[in-house]
């Protein structure tokens, strides 16, 4: 049974930095292209980034760009998204997704989603 568990998010000053983590079980985490997305309350889902299956090609949302990166360690079956210069627009629940198929934007390519987790950004 493949499970994406993402850690815990919480609540953020503006400006301030989070990092969240995914981990992966019940797949070859190696054989998967992984990516971020959120949504937002009243809104759809929201590409974030995505990272190919060696870590060596990566993809951000104009939205996050200069300010998230996104990393994995295979060794782990993890998954990283670390998050800097926060801004309340950020606020959202995130959630990390596992591709067989290829590193993208459109969520329709991911097999596998985690449960979410919460980032809210006070201002």
């Known amino acids: 049974q493949v499970q994406l568990v993402e850690s815990r998010g919480g609540l953020v000053q503006a400006g301030g930095s989070l990092r969240l983590s995914c981990a992966a079980s019940?797949?070859?985490?190696?054989?998967?292209?992984m990516g971020w997305f959120r949504q937002a309350p009243g809104k759809g889902r929201e590409f974030v980034a995505a990272?190919?299956?060696?870590?060596?090609?990566?993809l951000y949302a104009d939205s996050v760009k200069g300010r998230f990166t996104i990393s994995r360690d295979n060794a782990k079956n993890t998954v990283y998204l670390q998050m800097n210069s926060l801004k309340s627009e950020d606020t959202a629940a995130y959630y990390c997704?596992?591709?067989?198929?290829?590193?993208?934007?459109?969520?329709?390519?991911?097999?596998?989603w985690g449960q979410g987790t919460q980032v809210t950004v006070s201002s």
């Open positions: 997704a596992a591709s067989g198929i290829y590193y993208s934007r459109n969520a329709a390519t991911y097999d596998y």
């Open positions: 019940g797949l070859t985490f190696a054989n998967y292209a």
């Open positions: 990272i190919n299956r060696s870590g060596s090609s990566i």
